[in-house]
């Protein structure tokens, strides 16, 4: 039987486990998926003795990430990019590392909104975290013609803008409203609109009406921000996509088959979501 596991901490909020035992009774593969609660100092010694304990590998969160990319071995570009990894695993005994984050962004919108990366000209980028980080990169692998970066700490998104070049323009938080002109795509990075902090509240009657609204938020579903674009009769995509996405490629390493995003998978998690908050 196959082992698998997402660490973090703390990691009880985790729904990987309902997304990966899902897949596992779906395919018929003997497997478990567990979550396992392990300190920052005590991190190393869990990533470095998978083996040991029967792993075949496993999931990365907050805060371990960081840590995650220098102990592995890394040959995903966008994991060498953000300098993270979020899936670890075993192979001929050496630990490997990749991130799925960029490839669960764009999945989730290819998915709910073919063609959106088409003829991406202008895209509105709000937060300058690691989130943020993962969404540029794959804009910008899309061909994205201009980023309009906003963060309330103007300093995070102008060192994103050095990084990425001149694609991507920080900008300062009050710009937001002005900056959605002429916008084809507004993505809400920040953790404003999650249960429990403030919510995203920002005029979007500038936005043209082609343009598409996704928020990475999930729980609610229906984010403050995405409840205004739905006012305003504008395309949406939510968040769920992208955590359901964003699985696939390390279930495909451990258990060795390549799993669906189906709308029952979506149900599921959704059904937590509204049980749990
Ligand atoms: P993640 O890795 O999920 O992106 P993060 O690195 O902590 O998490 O980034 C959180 C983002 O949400 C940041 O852009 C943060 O803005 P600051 O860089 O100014 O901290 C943004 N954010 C969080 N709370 C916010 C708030 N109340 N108002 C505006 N932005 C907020």
Redesign the pocket.
Known sequence: MKRAFVVGYPISHSRSPLIHGFWLKELGIQGSYERIAVEPVAFETFATTLADQGFAGGNVTVPHKEAAFRLASVDDPVARDLEAVNTLWLEAGVLKGMNTDVAGFLANLDQEAPGWSDSLGRVVVL??????RAILYGLIQRGVGEILLI???LE?AEALARHFGSKVKALP?DQAEVALEGADLLVN????GMKGQ?PLDLDLSRLPKSALVTDIVYVPLETPLLAAARQLGLARVDGLGMLLHQAVPGFERWFGARPEVTPQLRALVLADIEAKG
């Open positions: 937060g300058a975290g690691g989130a943020s963060n309330r700490t995070r938080w990075t920040t953790s404003l403030q």
